[in-house]
């Protein structure tokens, strides 16, 4: 149950996978996803996937300035439930964040029951070509809960950053819910997600307002063919609407996982 992040926090995907960001700037889904493909190794399993998407969207704020982003990252599963990965993606960041962001996580995912998974983690957001050399970087566990609801599938998850340099010497609370509903004999996937953030990555505060509480949410669906997925979604937060920023976007990716 893992993906490259971006999953807890990132819509990079319009699948819905909200996750990744920095201070100041931002996603994640949750970095755990189901992976179907990769390369196994006994109780090794080695994943791989890459992504071009029109607005890379972190929990409803876009960190690539409204333009595309090329994305991709790598896991590495082991058959105990325990994991490690990292994924990059291209950003606009100017001098403080620079055109790359980089997170490295690991974790450990299983089953409670044959309807309840769980997913605990923590998550470390590098920006490795700043220029102004911040303190940009922070680090963020996550935990979530799993349910498979027939036809649908819903996710609960809970993200917080300890007060630390890079957050203005502040904690961020990030609680979101997703869901994913099946359309019967086709290879399309309707999803939904709502975010509320309590910290210094709320969107309204990242606009410009003293507000350091705000929601964001996505609808959108999904269609997949063998290792390709391709997915549109309509993305939106709370607070002031800035162009390339904290818009209201619709935003499309296709993906691709080995």
């Given at each position: 149950m893992l993906t490259s992040f971006r999953g807890l926090m990132a819509v990079s995907l319009a699948s819905v996978s909200l996750i990744s960001a920095a201070p100041v700037m931002a996603q994640v889904s949750n970095p755990a996803e189901e992976v179907e493909?990769?390369?196994?190794?006994?109780?090794?399993?080695?994943?791989?996937?890459?992504?071009?998407?029109?607005?890379?969207?972190?929990?409803?704020?876009?960190?690539?300035?409204?333009?595309?982003?090329?994305?991709?990252?790598?896991?590495?599963?082991?058959?105990?439930?325990?994991?490690?990965?990292?994924?990059?993606?291209?950003?606009?960041?100017?001098?403080?964040?620079?055109?790359?962001?980089?997170?490295?996580?690991?974790?450990?995912?299983?089953?409670?029951?044959?309807?309840?998974?769980?997913?605990?983690?923590?998550?470390?957001?590098?920006y490795p070509t700043e220029d102004l050399g911040l303190d940009t970087d922070y680090w963020e566990p996550y935990a979530s809960l799993g349910f498979n609801l027939g036809p649908a599938e819903a996710t609960v998850g809970v993200a917080w950053a300890p007060s630390q340099d890079s957050l203005g010497n502040d904690d961020n609370l990030y609680v979101y819910t997703d869901l994913g509903v099946g359309v019967p004999t086709t290879p399309i996937t309707l999803t939904g997600h709502l975010g509320y953030t309590d910290g210094p990555l709320a969107p309204p505060l990242l606009a410009g307002t003293a507000d350091d509480t705000g929601l964001d949410w996505a609808i959108g669906a999904t269609a997949s063919a063998g290792m390709f997925e391709v997915g549109v979604s309509y993305v939106g937060v709370e607070g002031p609407s800035i162009d390339g920023f904290t818009d209201d976007a619709i935003v499309g990716t296709i993906s691709a996982s080995f």
């Open positions: 493909d990769g390369v196994n190794a006994g109780p090794v399993t080695v994943s791989a996937n890459v992504a071009l998407t029109t607005d890379y969207r972190f929990r409803g704020v876009s960190l690539s300035g409204g333009d595309p982003a090329i994305q991709g990252g790598i896991d590495v599963a082991h058959d105990s439930g325990f994991y490690v990965g990292t994924w990059a993606s291209s950003i606009d960041g100017g001098p403080a964040y620079g055109e790359l962001e980089v997170d490295i996580y690991a974790g450990y995912s299983g089953q409670i029951s044959d309807a309840v998974s769980f997913d605990v983690g923590v998550l470390y957001y590098l």
